[in-house]
C-alpha cells in the first residue's frame, strides 16, 4: 500500500512524500533506501517484491521515495545528499522503522539505524557512471565534451546528467560521498541473482527478491 | 570475484557482464561471437547501459578505461570490445 509521511523541505515548504510498503504494528519494520538515478527505476520491483516477502515473514517494511524522484513533487535540481539524508530519517521517525536496508547509492544517504548495504557503490563511481553516460550521448551526436570540464561545471553552476538535473551540492556530495559506515555491507553473492541494477530494461527475480527477504528475517530473529 | 589474466577468464567475465546488462541467459551469452554487434546495433545499448557496462567491466576486471579510449569503434562490437579489454589486462 501507499503511505505518506510529512517531508518539509525548503522548496516544498509542509509537504507530503510518499512510501510503498507496510506499516502494520509489528515489531519490526526494515526502511529501505532505494538506489540512485537509473538504479533506482531498474530496481524498483525488486525492492517491491522484498517487501512483499518480508510481509511473509511478518516483517513491515517501508519503501519511501527520495524527494524530486519517483512519485514526489520536490524539485530534483534542489536536492543534495544531505536532503535525502534528512528526509530519510524523517520517514524513519515517522514509521518507526527499526532497521534499514540501503541499495547501491541507497547507502550514501541512509539513516542512522542498524541494517546493511547491498553492494554499496561510492558517490564518485555513481558520478562517473552519469558523467560518462553524457559524453558518449554528446560524442555519438558529433560532439566533443571532456569530464574533467563537465564537472567543473557541475561543481559550480550544476549539471545535467542522464536526464537528471544535478544541483552543485548533489555533484559536490557524490564526489565525496562514502557508504555509511555503520551498515553491514551485503554482496549480491550471498543473496544470488544478477545485478539488476545494471539492466538497460528493468527486469524483476522474485527467487532473488525471496532470498533478501529470508536473509534480512534471519539476521533480524523474526 | 578475482579474474585472472587468462583470456578465457576475461572472456567469461565480459560475457556475463553482457548478460547483467541485457538480461541475457548464460546459454544466450554463450551464443555471442567476435562479429556480434554492440553500439548502434543493440537498441538496448543507449549512452547510459554502455556507461554502466564500461564501469561494471573496470570493476570486475580492476582496469581503468579511459574516456578519450572510448569511440565507436571500441564498441562496435564483441571482438573489439573483448581485445580491448585483453589488452587491459596484460597492460596492467
Redesign the interface.
Known amino acids: 500500500m501507499t503511505l505518506e509521511w510529512p517531508c518539509p523541505s525548503p522548496d516544498r515548504c509542509g509537504a507530503t512524500e510518499y512510501a510503498f510498503g507496510y506499516r502494520t504494528g509489528r515489531a519490526a519494520c526494515v526502511l529501505i533506501v532505494p538506489a540512485l538515478f ?1 538504479e533506482m527505476n531498474r530496481t524498483r520491483r525488486m525492492l517491491v517484491e522484498t517487501i512483499r516477502a518480508l510481509d511473509t515473514h511478518g516483517i513491515d517494511a517501508m519503501l519511501p521515495d527520495l524527494p524530486g524522484c519517483n512519485e514526489s513533487l520536490a524539485d530534483f535540481s534542489a536536492q543534495s545528499l544531505d536532503s535525502w539524508r534528512v528526509a530519510m530519517a524523517r520517514a524513519a521517525a515517522h514509521f518507526g522503522t527499526t532497521h534499514v536496508l540501503a541499495l547501491r547509492g541507497g547507502a550514501l544517504v541512509a539513516p542512522d539505524l542498524p541494517g546493511w548495504a547491498l553492494e554499496p557503490a561510492k558517490g564518485a ?1 555513481l558520478l ?3 558523467l ?6 554528446a ?2 551526436a558529433g560532439r566533443e565534451e ?2 574533467e570540464d563537465l564537472l567543473a561545471l557541475g561543481r559550480s553552476e550544476g549539471l545535467e546528467l ?1 536526464g537528471y538535473r544535478c544541483g552543485a551540492a548533489l555533484i559536490a556530495g557524490l564526489e565525496a560521498g562514502l557508504p555509511a559506515p555503520h551498515l553491514a555491507p551485503m554482496t549480491l ?1 550471498e543473496i544470488g541473482g ?2 539488476l541494477w ?4 528493468p ?1 524483476e527475480d522474485a527467487a532473488q527478491s525471496a532470498a533478501l527477504a529470508a536473509r534480512l528475517a534471519a539476521e533480524i530473529g523474526a | ?1 578475482t579474474v585472472t589474466g587468462n583470456d578465457d577468464a576475461i572472456d567469461g567475465t565480459l560475457r556475463r ?1 553482457l ?5 541475457l541467459s548464460p546459454a544466450h551469452t554463450a551464443t555471442i561471437t567476435p562479429d556480434t554487434g554492440l553500439f548502434g546495433t543493440l537498441p ?13 567491466i573496470e ?1 570486475r576486471l580492476n582496469i581503468v578505461i579511459d ?1 578519450d579510449e ?3 569503434e571500441l564498441l562496435e562490437n564483441y571482438g573489439n570490445l573483448l581485445a580491448f579489454v585483453t589488452a587491459k589486462r596484460v597492460a596492467g
Request: charged letters at 35%; zero cysteines; proline letters at 0%.
Open positions: 537509473e563511481g562517473r557512471q552519469l560518462r553516460a553524457r559524453t558518449i550521448a560524442r555519438e571532456r569530464l542522464a553473492s544478477a545485478a545494471l539492466r538497460s530494461e527486469g | 570475484m557482464v548478460g547483467d546488462v541485457l538480461g538496448e545499448l543507449d549512452s547510459m547501459a554502455v556507461a554502466g557496462l564500461l564501469t561494471e570493476d574516456d572510448v569511440d565507436g
